[in-house]
């Protein structure tokens, strides 16, 4: 049974930083592509960013394109969103999800990741 679980989300001011990490258990992680969404309340679920198994490749959200940084540790099961410059925009559900691809493919769409996180809140105060 795969597991993936979140974990960093807090309060925090805006123009300040937040480090989310995600592990999954369960899979090759190694042969995973790992991607974050976030969701704020009454909208839809968005996609972020995705990192492919070798980290050679990442593809973000143009709304968080030069503030959030996705990166892997593969010996550690673990992927990393820093998320800086926060905006009360940002403030939302963040999930982390895993295709069953090495590769980012379809990276902004849900149906490309097979298992999904719980989530962790984001919240920015202005």
């Known amino acids: 049974q795969v597991h993936v679980l979140e974990s960093g989300g807090d309060l925090v001011q805006a123009g300040g930083s937040l480090t989310l990490s995600c592990t999954a258990s369960g899979l090759v992680f190694g042969d995973s592509a790992m991607g974050w969404f976030r969701q704020a309340p009454g909208k839809e679920r968005e996609a972020l960013s995705c990192?492919?198994?070798?980290?050679?490749?990442?593809w973000y959200a143009g709304s968080v394109k030069g503030r959030f940084t996705i990166s892997r540790d593969n010996a550690k099961s673990t992927v990393t969103l820093q998320l800086n410059s926060l905006k009360p925009e940002d403030t939302a559900m963040y999930y982390c999800?895993?295709?069953?691809?090495?590769?980012?493919?379809?990276?902004?769409?849900?149906?490309?990741?097979?298992?999904w996180g719980q989530g962790t809140q984001v919240t920015v105060s202005s």
């Open positions: 990192i492919n198994w070798l980290s050679n490749y990442a």
């Open positions: 999800a895993a295709q069953k691809s090495r590769s980012c493919v379809n990276p902004s769409t849900q149906p490309a990741y097979a298992y």
